[in-house]
């Protein structure tokens, strides 16, 4: 595009690039794992279950000899078998009586139909929110929303200092869900390069607000008596769907798994019930979407048999949790905003597709350093159908070929000379494990594969051409092959956030899973990504780089994302075509050391994993060395790099290792899968929700340091006979103990409001044009040019 070459970035007047130094704002979702501990009695999700409809007729059918016992007695033994009491992604109950006056008038206007209506009658559904037990009226609500009736309880609680109420009270409106999870944003977009370290900002705002809601669900567990009665609420972060709720969905249909784990939509969304109807319709598209999985597998020759292993008809990929990171530009803002600017919507698309195909090549450096999800799979869950979760639909042929027969490869499913895989029958499959001694293989982040991350493009449609509606006309031919539906959102790895849209211009990172850290892997994390997008759009304005360097074709698509996805499965090299047309790809792939002609793939250049990562550090640090002296990189790329030579360091590294230490192991390899994906499990909801808590006290600490000779923070925190500092130290101890009382979780939330407040009004206040626009015709002049390419394509 002569447009992007046309880009005049450095003679404009223009002190930095965007998305670098103090142009760059970030925000962040979160997507948070729930359990309610209990006895089946006392807990709401057995409780439905025994009382269902659905049980009740399978067990029926059963005693009549009209289906086989498999389902009930799977049922009966996920409702019996439970010696930890733990109970994932139930709804919780408790009297309405308990509400503030204020928080019952809230979940009163969160049952309406439409919120935005004052005469609006109630939703259709909210019996299954309200009933009435022994003459008490009843609230039955998921966890997601709990938070927010929480919060809303403390504000009408008349403990909540003036000067923090109006804060808090902006902040109910980012207590949302994901489709089985509370989904949390954040309270305000944070300067990402705010504090003494590069992506400090984004780093504290998601730890003070993980703190938070740690704080919203202690207060909920004694103010709504839910600990008294049996349900004591957990919520923490965990990337992969639960095992036992994968148990469960074994047994049950979809529409009842949607009924169970479906959210609500009683909070973020003025017409909640047609939300609602949207999750379901998620669900059911991907549930279908990977029971079409098989014919692709047969297609291009991964299965050779009849004999496969039909996946559930329900699928459990929605209960996984990311983390996503979006950042905005304000010299992009401002020039989007600005009618005479020369940047519109034609031109933020078209650079912003190219952007996304630069950086999707840098994209695997981030995947098990800074994020991970690690997981065992057991030799008898090496089907195809089921180990490949959605990358058919994500890759074509030739590397999903390559990374089934490199996979079975690492997991060393070999015996004399022959690569096994399981036969089907699960007694059978694992009487061949035990005697062949095949124990499967360990993953570093699962999520990556368990989820459906990114659309493929077609032929007739790419999705990254630049051109507006791509997204959408990508969609509905996915639509035509039961892949996707035109109502959903298009998913990827990186992606644009238009100005129309989003009311900034930005793109979100949807590729991370868990963090071993909040104050050092996210900062790092974010600074990086920040570092990469800077550095696309400086390859833009030097013209290195345009759309028909990246061509958008399926087969180049899948080229470069095979790359990221080998990396998320551990698999140490990967194959790129000699005549490959991605011409960037190329030049990196000729930079990395060790390469050579592959033995079994003609004209392909066989490539290790761990040196070509360590190619993409330098050519960040070769191209980019202003960006990286700006944004105070440089150890952090060095450390990354030390991270991709030694795999220990990283993040999935670490957490893997805190796994195998909780559980006594020497190694992931010496446990089952279900061991130790539930010592996974118990560790996220213990160990790492204490440490993100412990994050979020220091960061607190470290911003009310700074108010500590200010009145009104005193008046927040009102007659203490500790400072601040060892107050929060005080706190923290009792928070840890479990051992905070419900007027000093107030105080605690009072004080995190302030803090908020403060740091709210501070990015505010760094909202000024950082690129030194003397006028409004130096803003022109940059884009000046691009009507031309853009129209070109767009018409």
């Known amino acids: 595009m002569s447009a992007i070459r046309d880009f005049e970035w450095l003679n404009a007047g223009l002190r930095e690039f965007p998305f670098s130094g103090w142009d760059c704002t970030a925000g962040v979702e979160n997507e948070f794992q729930v359990v309610v501990e209990g006895g089946s009695g006392d807990v709401d999700l057995p409780r439905s279950i025994k009382n269902s409809r659905f049980y009740s007729n399978i067990r029926r059918r059963t005693d009549r000899g009209d289906t086989s016992d498999r389902l009930v007695h799977g049922l009966d033994e996920y409702l019996r078998d439970n010696p930890n009491q733990i109970w994932e992604n139930s709804w919780i109950v408790f009297p309405r009586e308990l509400l503030s006056r204020y928080a019952d008038s809230l979940f009163t206007h969160d049952l309406k139909q439409d919120k935005k209506d004052p005469s609006s009658p109630l939703r259709s559904d909210f019996r299954d929110f309200v009933y009435e037990k022994q003459g008490a009226e009843m609230i039955r609500v998921p966890v997601s929303y709990l938070l927010k009736l929480s919060l809303a309880d403390i504000l009408g609680s008349g403990q909540v200092p003036g000067n923090v109420r109006r804060a808090l009270a902006g902040f109910m409106d980012n207590f949302q869900n994901d489709n089985t999870s509370p989904e949390v944003v954040s309270f305000y977009p944070a300067t990402l390069n705010s504090g003494d370290k590069p992506g400090e900002g984004v780093a504290r705002e998601t730890a003070q607000r993980f703190l938070f809601c740690q704080l919203l669900v202690a207060y909920a567990n004694k103010r709504f008596g839910l600990e008294e009665s049996g349900q004591k609420v957990v919520v923490y972060c965990a990337p992969h769907s639960p095992v036992r709720q994968k148990m469960l969905n074994a047994v ?44 692709k597998l047969k297609e291009c020759g991964i299965i050779t048999r009849n004999l496969v292993v039909l996946p559930n008809t329900s699928n459990t990929s929605l209960a996984n949790n990311g983390i996503h990171i979006s950042l905005g530009s304000r010299v992009l803002n401002d020039m989007r905003s600005d009618p005479e600017s020369g940047f519109g919507p034609k031109q933020e698309k078209y650079q912003g597709d190219l952007a996304i195909k630069i950086i999707e090549h840098f994209l695997p450096l981030f995947v098990g350093t800074y994020s991970g999800s690690p997981y065992r799979m057991d030799f008898k869950d090496f089907h195809p159908e089921l180990a490949l979760g959605f990358l058919p639909h994500e890759l074509d042929f030739t590397h999903l070929r390559m990374i089934w027969r490199r996979w079975k490869k690492k997991a060393s499913l070999n015996f004399l000379g022959h690569r096994l895989t399981p036969f089907g029958p699960e007694v059978l499959d694992k009487m061949i494990s035990r005697v062949f001694r095949l124990k499967g293989d360990y993953i570093q982040d699962f999520r990556l594969i368990d989820y459906f991350v990114a659309l493929m493009s077609t032929r007739r449609s790419p999705g990254l051409d630049g051109s507006p509606g791509n997204d959408q006309r990508l969609i509905r031919d996915l639509e035509t092959m039961g892949v996707f539906h035109s109502r959903m959102s298009a998913y990827q790895l990186y992606k ?43 390859y833009m304005a030097r013209g290195e780089i345009g759309h028909a360097d990246v061509p958008d074709h399926p087969s180049v698509e899948s080229e470069r994302r095979q790359i990221f996805f080998t990396t998320a499965i551990g698999i140490p090299t990967f194959y790129v075509h000699k005549k490959s047309t991605n011409r960037f790809l190329r030049r990196l792939i000729l930079e990395t050391p060790s390469i050579r002609s592959s033995r079994r793939y003609q004209g392909y250049w066989r490539v290790y994993n761990q040196e070509f990562r360590l190619v993409l550090v330098r050519r960040i640090l070769r191209d980019a060395p202003d960006l990286v002296e700006k944004n105070g990189m440089n150890d952090v790329l060095q450390e990354l790099k030390r991270m991709i030579r030694d795999p220990w360091r990283t993040a999935s590294g670490r957490l893997c290792a805190e796994i195998c230490r909780k559980s006594g192991a020497a190694s992931p390899m010496r446990l089952s899968g279900e061991e130790f994906n539930t010592a996974a499990e118990k560790y996220y909801r213990t160990d790492l929700r204490e440490k993100y808590a412990s994050e979020g006290f220091s960061f607190l600490w470290k911003d009310l340091k700074k108010f500590e000779d200010r009145e009104e923070l005193w008046n927040v925190m009102g007659a203490q006979e500790h400072g601040p500092s060892e107050y929060l130290h005080l706190m923290e101890r009792k928070f840890l103990g479990g051992d905070l009382r419900i007027e000093e979780i107030i105080k605690l939330v009072s004080l995190l409001g302030y803090s908020a407040g403060k740091n709210a009004e501070q990015a505010a206040e760094d909202n000024y044009d950082p690129c030194g626009f003397e006028s409004g015709n130096d803003r022109k002049s940059i884009m000046q040019g691009t009507g031309a390419g853009c129209d070109a394509l767009c018409g």
């Open 252 to 295: 049950i249909s979809d529409s009842y798994y949607r009924k169970l784990f479906m959210n609500p939509c009683l909070s973020g969304w003025d017409r909640g019930e047609e939300k609602r109807a949207y999750m379901g319709l998620c669900h059911e598209v991907l549930s279908r979407s990977q029971l079409n999985i098989i014919p």
């Open 496 to 538: 644009l956030r238009q100005f129309k849209q989003m009311g900034f211009c930005g793109f979100e990172g949807r590729y991370y899973s868990q963090f071993f850290s909040l104050s050092r892997g996210m900062r790092e994390a974010s600074a990086l990504q920040a570092l990469l997008t800077s550095l696309a759009f400086k």
